[in-house]
């Protein structure tokens, strides 16, 4: 069985959501939204909310954070071919954070994403690393039919479009 996580991984915090019918659910900690204890105990309580069994269970990680890279415990097992869509994380972003850019490094090729966001709409350049794991695909996702020039084209109009009435 797959399941798919998303991480936002901050200064002071981390928060989880888990891929459930189609959407991203927040998972609490202790009744909250961010596991703020030791980083050193974060894996051990997302196994345990989780309910995570090793070896039977493969895992489509996504990990923004605002460190240029993230590493992955090597005893999970990643998916092969990641289905995560710049646009969903792109969705994502608007919705839940405040920041404005986001950072892809892929196969020595490197690509920011400006994201249009309604919470910053100052000019700060705040920006988000995309790390993901298997780390080599997400730009040419087997699920991607566009390819990502046109995607942030698309965000960026789509988002223009429903703003411009706004004042």
């Known amino acids: 069985m797959i399941y798919k996580y998303l991480f936002l ?3 002071d915090y ?3 959501y888990s891929y459930r019918n189609g959407e991203l659910e927040l998972t609490k900690y202790k009744g909250g939204e961010k596991f703020t204890d030791e980083r050193k105990l974060f894996w051990s309580w997302w196994e345990n909310v989780t309910s995570y069994m090793e070896d039977s269970v493969r895992v489509d990680f996504c990990f923004l954070s605002t460190k240029k890279e993230y590493s992955l415990p090597s005893k999970y097992l990643p998916v092969e071919y990641s289905s995560w869509e710049i646009g969903e994380v792109s ?3 608007i ?3 405040k920041y404005n850019t986001l950072m892809i490094y892929e196969n020595g090729r490197e690509k920011e994403i400006k ?3 309604k919470i910053n709409l100052s000019n700060n350049n705040s920006k988000l690393y995309l790390s993901h794991f298997p780390p080599n695909n997400i730009m040419n996702s087997k699920n991607c039919s566009v390819n990502l020039e046109d995607k942030e084209d698309i965000i960026i109009n789509y988002y223009r479009e429903k703003t411009k009435n706004i004042k």
């Open 9 to 11: 991984i901050l200064d």
């Open 14 to 16: 981390i928060k989880t």
């Open 91 to 93: 969705n994502f972003i």
């Open 95 to 97: 919705q839940n954070t």
């Open 115 to 117: 994201i249009p966001n």
